[in-house]
């Protein structure tokens, strides 16, 4: 009963659904992008909605009713509907950060252009496969400011986009890193996240796809505020810290910070390879030889670092 509810409710904000009995979603019309084609999917069981056309996203109804701006009646029915209070207030913008116009999804490219192909070259030597392209909506742009760069998006929780990275798929250019001006203090990769299970703390994007499992990407060095609040409010058990071996210093700022506050933290040892160059399997298994810090460990490492 409560599913055909909530299917009536997306019917009047979305327009008429097509069902597809194989996956369980139920297919709209993108109020995004406008497709022609019912490409945007909705999940009625688990709300997680998706447009395979321009990649809009996120993990709830009650995130795209607050994008869309539906009414406060609307709101208040859907509440009653799922058995939750949720608020009408819209979601954050992120200054209202979007992908660069030039951006193209790799999945949806031409796959004759010499720019896909050059792309394509890039990522697959770096050990990216088709699977990371699809869930993490991975782009490329041929030409403006990201012109010859892979584009890897990330998004919050509610499938809003909080930040994205520029990759020069060319060795010889002459920028190979551009990133959005925008404030480093979100959750890389936030979407994926399962704060229920350990987490593991990197760099860059590049390294959080080899990663794979639970890993969150901080766009540099230092752990911002709004990472730290989510992982207590979280109560994370435990958090693997991965940073390059040139950040040291900053790795055993966060470890020390979360010691005090009684969290199980590792330190994996790198060496001269960060994860996106050793690959997923050889960081598995530095992964499984580390162990739960201690304070003496922490002395040891500053020490060797004088």
């Known amino acids: 009963m409560g599913n055909l ?46 447009c395979w056309v321009c990649s809009a996203k996120g993990r709830t109804i009650a995130s795209l009713f607050r994008k869309l701006k539906v009414s406060q009646d609307i709101m208040s029915r859907l509440a009653k509907i799922i058995g939750k209070t949720i608020s009408s207030s819209t979601t954050k913008t992120y200054d209202d950060l979007s992908l660069p116009l030039e951006y193209i999804p790799l999945y949806l490219a031409n796959k004759k252009s010499p720019e896909y192909k050059n792309a394509m070259h890039y990522l697959i030597g770096r050990g990216i496969s088709g ?4 869930r993490h909506s991975i782009g490329y742009c041929e030409s403006g400011r990201y012109g010859g760069m892979i ?26 890193h551009n990133n959005p001006r925008v404030s480093k203090d979100i959750i890389g990769f936030d979407l994926f996240v399962n704060w229920n299970e350990p ?21 540099g060095k230092l752990m911002l505020d709004n990472l730290k609040a989510k992982i207590l409010k979280n109560k994370v058990s435990r958090i693997n810290i991965a940073l390059d071996s040139d950040a040291i210093g900053h790795s055993l700022k966060i470890a020390e910070y979360f010691m005090s506050l009684d969290k ?21 298994d530095l992964l499984n030889d580390s162990k739960p810090l201690t304070f003496e460990k922490i002395m040891e490492y500053k020490f060797i670092c004088k």
Not at 131 to 134: A, E, K
Not at 165 to 170: D, I, N
Not at 264 to 284: R, Y
């Open 5 to 50: 509810r909530t299917l009536q409710i997306l019917e009047q904000v979305l327009g008429k659904s097509k069902h597809n009995s194989h996956t369980g979603e139920v297919g709209f019309h993108c109020p995004f992008c406008k497709h022609h084609k019912r490409k945007f999917n909705i999940h009625i069981e688990t709300e997680k909605w998706q």
């Open 131 to 134: 699977r990371d392209i699809l």
């Open 151 to 176: 584009i890897i998006p990330s998004y919050d929780c509610d499938g809003n986009l909080n930040f994205f990275t520029g990759r020069s798929y060319y060795e010889d250019a002459n920028y190979k």
């Open 199 to 219: 987490i593991t703390i990197v760099e860059g994007a590049f390294d959080a796809l080899a990663v794979r499992n639970n890993s969150i990407p901080l766009f």
């Open 264 to 284: 199980e933290v590792h330190i994996v040892e790198l060496g001269d390879q960060d994860p996106s160059e050793m690959g997923h399997d050889k960081f598995q």
